[in-house]
């Protein structure tokens, strides 16, 4: 079964700077099958990145998705209030399916 | 535009099975090629996936939940089901309904999102 790790659990920032958001894999993933997801309070997820490093129809190009390995980053340049939110990866292929990561909560510092 | 929303009871008996049902509007689910999806948000912890439906009939489930889950379409109403059996305190939770977007291959990018329904087992 693949886990996916997040880190940090909680990354406290101000609006203009730089987020970066972790997620490592604990065995060899596809990256075609990886996503990120945000979700703000009372709402569902909404998909910001796909394949990695694809962004999702009308999301803004301060989100950026990489990986090396079985590690894949997040980036949010320029972060700004609506920006902060809870942040999941996500796995599809292999059993249990599909599966998410913990979960990064990008407060206001 | 496509819109998923999920209705059922709110509170559930431990032991008893709990139903839901996502009502699709502005897509068919009798339309090939879409994976349905069921996702679960238990309190104050992240995102489970239940399983899923394809092509109306075929389904996959997490292997976690897979003795007690069943996912069902019903074309006539436009609808998709799950229904999870013997539940406890343990099941309580946010159930959300989601879709992909029907690139071949790319099931689980999910694109679609119902608003969730809160489902608290109580006795």
């Known amino acids: 079964e693949i886990v996916l790790t997040q880190s940090p659990g909680t990354l406290s920032l101000s609006p203009g700077e730089r987020a970066t958001l972790s997620c490592r894999a604990s065995?060899?993933?596809?990256?075609?099958?990886l996503g990120w997801y945000q979700q703000k309070p009372g709402q569902a997820p909404r998909l910001l990145i796909y394949?990695?490093?694809s962004r999702a129809t009308g999301i803004p190009d301060k989100f950026s998705g990489s990986w090396s390995g079985t590690d894949f980053t997040l980036n949010i340049s320029r972060l700004e209030p609506e920006d902060f939110a809870v942040y999941y990866c996500q796995h599809y292929g292999n059993s249990p399916a599909l599966t998410f990561g913990g979960g990064t909560k990008v407060e206001i510092k | 535009q496509v819109q998923l929303q999920e209705s059922g009871p709110g509170l559930v008996k431990p032991s008893q099975t709990l139903s839901l049902t996502c009502t699709v509007s502005?897509?068919?689910?009798?339309?090939?090629?879409?994976?349905w999806s069921w996702i679960r948000q238990r309190p104050g912890r992240g995102l489970e996936w239940i399983g899923y439906?394809?092509?109306?009939?075929?389904?996959h489930y997490n292997p976690s939940l897979k003795s007690r889950v069943t996912i069902s379409a019903d074309t006539s109403k436009n609808q998709f089901s799950l229904n999870l059996s013997s539940v406890t305190a343990a099941d309580t939770a946010v159930y959300y309904c989601?879709?992909?977007?029907?690139?071949?291959?790319?099931?689980?990018?999910?694109?679609?999102w119902g608003q969730g329904t809160l489902v608290t087992v109580s006795s």
């Open positions: 065995q060899s993933v596809t990256s075609t099958f």
């Open positions: 989601a879709r992909d977007d029907g690139s071949i291959g790319h099931w689980g990018d999910l694109n679609y």
């Open positions: 394949g990695a490093s």
């Open positions: 439906i394809y092509n109306t009939w075929s389904t």
């Open positions: 502005g897509a068919s689910i009798s339309r090939g090629g879409y994976y």
